[in-house]
């Protein structure tokens, strides 16, 4: 099936994320100065404002710290409604907004939060792999 949702079109600064999910990793940025990771790229670390940064391969886990269930969405999201959307506490810091995948937006009561969730990636196009989260322990 055809992927037929908005693609993200990466620029020379976003670039080392979209070369890592289409090799399967999780690249993320963090600052040499303070040695903190952040979440999403930025040209300056948004904790202590230096622009000394690097890229680092993640884990590829996490957990879930929040989720919402969508009930209204556009174009090719509409056709999966209703689906959770969630933040992630990545293993190294910082949280990512993403789509939860193999949880029962019908029995939300079922989806815990602090569930261990690990990263996947689905190819959108050549050259553009979207990564999604998906729970692999659920938490107590
Ligand atoms: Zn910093």
């Given amino acids: 099936m055809a992927y037929d949702k908005p693609i993200p079109r990466p620029s020379p600064h976003t670039m080392p994320f979209w070369e890592g999910t289409k090799n399967g990793k999780l690249m993320?940025?963090?600052c040499t100065h303070c040695n903190r990771v952040h979440w999403y790229p930025r040209h300056i670390c948004p904790f202590c404002h230096s622009?000394?940064?690097e890229w680092i391969e993640?884990?590829?886990e996490g957990r879930l710290h929040t989720f919402a269930v969508q009930?209204?969405?556009f174009g090719g999201w509409a056709e999966e409604i209703p689906f959770v959307t969630a933040y992630i506490d990545l293993d190294e810091g910082d949280r990512m907004l993403t789509v939860l995948r193999g949880v029962d937006p019908e029995n939300p009561e079922s989806i815990r939060i602090g569930s261990r969730v690990k990263v996947e990636f689905e190819q959108a196009d050549n050259d553009i792999h979207i990564p999604f989260w998906r729970v692999v322990e659920e938490g107590a």
Wanted: proline share 8%; aromatic share 0%.
């Fill in 58 to 60: 993640g884990s590829g």
């Fill in 28 to 30: 993320l940025p963090r």
């Fill in 71 to 73: 009930h209204r969405a």
């Fill in 51 to 53: 622009t000394a940064l």
